[in-house]
């Protein structure tokens, strides 16, 4: 008669093990297009329950894109320097056009193996405005979010909404001060290196 053993099923290990996909270093770089959408103009001088607080910014649609470097500090943290642009048309069919330039940092949520990545991101930094012979420059806010698939090692492809904050102070006459609230819907590919 021969002798067997029993194979005895392995325990299952219940240690969660988490994957590190970026190291601090890691460097991307990002382009995007997509739709501008004017929303509206808040006056801070009046009460939010006036309706003569928010007006219309008198905008159409128009279009903006983006050109984005960044690191990687470790696994989900990562920060860099966004340069936009974008333009939409007055009703008396004249250019309005803001070029902001931020410094924005981000946190990059992981789903199925790194196959998704959702990154939650805020920039600050300076808008440059142009409007006819005016042009203005002020504070800007961006924060917003992306969902993005990681095709490769080396790209992904997704899509970004980002909020647009602009307050135009003007501290020798309050009267004049407007708060800018805008959106950005875009489509975005990103190099991984």
Known sequence: MLAYAEEIPEEENTEKISIKYHAMGDQ????????????YFNNPNLAWSDSD??????LSLGGNGALYYGAFLNNNIQLG???????????NDHNFYMVPITFRGSYE??????LIAVPVYIGAGINM???LESFNVEMILKPGAGFY???????????NVTYWWVPQIYPGDSQYNRLGNFMDISLSAVYHF
């Open 109 to 114: 949520f992981q789903f199925k193996n790194n």
């Open 129 to 131: 405005t142009s409007y």
């Open 28 to 39: 991307v770089f990002s382009i995007s297009a997509g739709l501008f959408i004017p929303l």
């Open 81 to 91: 320097l966004e340069i936009g642009a974008m333009f939409a048309g007055s009703p």
């Open 149 to 159: 698939w990681n095709y490769s090692s080396d790209w992904s492809f997704g899509t």
């Open 53 to 58: 607080a928010f007006t219309s910014t008198n």
